[in-house]
C-alpha cells in the first residue's frame, strides 16, 4: 500500500510536513538573525538555508495537507450549500 493511498496517514504526514517547516523556519530566523554574533560561519550558513526550507516544507506540507482533506471530504457534500 503506497503511502499517497490512505488519506488518513497523508494527513498525519501533512501534519508533521508543517510543523517541522514551522520549526525549522523559526529555528533559522532565531540562528541567522538573532543569535549571529554567537554562531560559526558554517552554523550561520545552516540557519540561513532553513530560512529557506522552512517555507519551503510548509508550503509542501499546505498542499498535502489540502490534498488530503478534500480527498476524505464525503462525496456529493456541494449539494447541501445553499447558492449565495
Not at 494527513?11 to 543569535?35: C, E, I, Q, T
Not at 552554523?43 to 478534500?70: D, E, I, M, W
Amino acid at each position: 500500500m503506497n503511502l499517497f493511498d490512505c488519506p488518513q496517514r497523508l494527513l498525519r504526514l501533512a501534519n508533521r510536513v508543517l510543523a517541522a517547516g514551522a520549526a525549522g523556519l523559526l529555528l533559522g530566523v532565531l540562528g541567522a538573525y538573532g543569535l549571529e554574533q554567537q554562531l560559526g560561519v558554517p552554523t550561520l550558513v545552516g540557519a540561513h538555508s532553513l530560512t529557506v526550507l522552512g517555507p519551503a516544507l510548509l508550503k509542501l506540507g499546505y498542499v498535502l495537507r489540502l490534498n488530503a482533506q478534500s480527498r476524505l471530504r464525503p462525496l456529493g457534500w456541494a449539494g447541501c450549500c445553499s447558492p449565495a
